[in-house]
């Protein structure tokens, strides 16, 4: 069982206290700071993502590459925290990776015209895509591979629920 | 008290459901809540506020929980409060967080009773500072 692989404890929880906790956070910060909401939901994230890695590469020990630590993240992470892995992974082997999900969890219930409604809706899918960047940003930077990370989803071939997340990495790849 | 059918096993009830449902890690829920909880102590910087606004989400969350809640325990309305405080400590409780808790102090004069956990996955790896003990 991949808890016990990663020396994680057996127990577990309904996949809804995630999804409804995460949510509601969403909803607090879109109706009481709305012009930071997003900033705030990334920060969470990174933490998230921190600690998620501290805990894997105890086990695992250190990754040899970014790439395998980006290919890392569309297995492990995402199947830890989203139940499904990343759909689609591109890069330019020059720093940049677009991780592709098909079907995004938080932006499931909200309807494809919220990518392009004007003024957009409560919760916005940048806010419902915030916590997933901080996760990625957390996670890379905690191994010493510091980088911005973006949500799209407006794109013309990426339509909601689904999203890409674009990791541009400060420095060259190992 | 008029006597009604068999008493139900309510811890069995909760053990069904909470096997049949997709589940987490729980170390992911404690990261995130946590994260969360440090998060809104920088951003309001005072216990209180931070506790009104946790108890204000609990709140939304719990009214959206009900509903899977009774698809799954197939439990219908509780018949009384001492009732209530039993599906919350062995059903409610184990479907989402896979605990039960013990029902201690049942006051019915007051419509009170407290529920005891042994363990809470929110609470994993918390060291309060001396000022919260």
């Known amino acids: ?174 | 008290m008029a006597a009604s059918a068999a008493p139900k096993n309510y811890s069995r009830i909760g053990d069904n459901a909470f096997k049949d449902v997709e589940k987490i890690n729980s170390e992911l829920f404690t990261l995130t809540y946590g994260a969360i909880v440090t998060q809104l102590m920088k951003d309001y910087e005072d216990v209180e506020a931070v506790n009104t606004q946790l108890e204000k989400m609990g709140y939304n969350i719990g009214v959206r929980i009900i509903e899977e809640f009774l698809a799954r325990s197939g439990l219908g309305r509780c018949s009384d409060f001492r009732e209530t405080s039993e599906v919350l400590a062995k059903v409610g409780l184990k479907m989402f967080l896979g605990i039960t808790a013990q029902v201690q102090n049942f006051d019915s004069t007051k419509n009170e009773f407290s529920l005891i956990l042994d363990e809470n996955p929110l609470a994993e790896f918390v060291e309060l500072p001396e000022n919260c003990g």
């Open chain 1, 1 to 174: 069982m991949q808890a016990t692989q990663s020396g994680w404890k057996a127990k577990e929880v309904h996949e809804s206290c995630f999804e409804l906790l995460h949510i509601e956070t969403v909803l607090h910060y879109a109706l009481t700071s709305p012009e930071d909401c997003s900033a705030k939901l990334e920060k969470i994230g990174y933490s998230v993502g921190s600690r998620l890695v501290e805990r894997y590469t105890r086990e695992r020990g250190r990754f040899s590459d970014s790439l395998e630590m980006v290919k890392f993240i569309c297995k492990e992470i995402w199947t830890d925290v989203f139940k499904k892995q990343v759909d689609n992974l591109k890069t330019n082997h020059k720093g940049i990776f677009v991780l592709n999900d098909a079907k995004y969890r938080a932006l499931n219930k909200i309807s494809a015209s919220s990518a392009t409604q004007s003024p957009p809706p409560v919760p916005s899918p940048a806010q419902l895509t915030a916590f997933g960047c901080g996760l990625i940003k957390g996670v890379l930077c905690s191994m010493g591979m510091p980088c911005e990370v973006s949500a799209d989803f407006s794109s013309p071939n990426v339509q909601l629920p689904a999203c890409n997340f674009t990791i541009k990495m400060e420095k060259d790849p190992r």
